[in-house]
Nanobody, 126 residues
Framework: QVQLQESGGGLVQAGGSLRLSCAASGRTFSRNGMGWFRQAPGKEREPVAAISWSGIGTYYADSVKGRFTISRDNAKNTMYLQMNSLKPEDTAVYYC???????????????????WGQGTQVTVSS
């Protein structure tokens, strides 16, 4: 059974940092694109960042560019999201996602991904 498990969420003050992890089990994603998405209360799910299987290609939503960094460790089958300079508007449930194919045509589009985690809450207080 394929599972993606997020961790690292929590409550932080504005300007602070958090590091999210997404650990995959049940299969390897070392040749697959992965991404982070988030959903705030009353809003639609939106892309945050995505990364190619090699880690060379990284993609960010404009709202997080320069503050968030996506990375992965294929040996550990794990993806990360380093979030710095957090703002109250970053408050959301953060989901990790993985593509089952070898080429993710639109890395910041949720429909490209086949596997999803349960989400981890990130709350940024002002």
């Amino acid at each position: 059974q394929v599972q993606l498990q997020e961790s690292g969420g929590g409550l932080v003050q504005a300007g602070g940092s958090l590091r999210l992890s997404c650990a995959a089990s049940g299969r390897t994603f070392s040749r697959n694109g992965m991404g982070w998405f988030r959903q705030a209360p009353g809003k639609e799910r939106e892309p945050v960042a995505a990364i190619s299987w090699s880690g060379i290609g990284t993609y960010y939503a404009d709202s997080v560019k320069g503050r968030f960094t996506i990375s992965r460790d294929n040996a550990k089958n794990t993806m990360y999201l380093q979030m710095n300079s957090l703002k109250p508007e970053d408050t959301a449930v953060y989901y990790c996602a993985a593509d089952s194919g070898y080429y993710t045509r639109a890395p910041l589009v949720a429909d490209e991904y086949d596997y999803w985690g349960q989400g981890t809450q990130v709350t940024v207080s002002s």
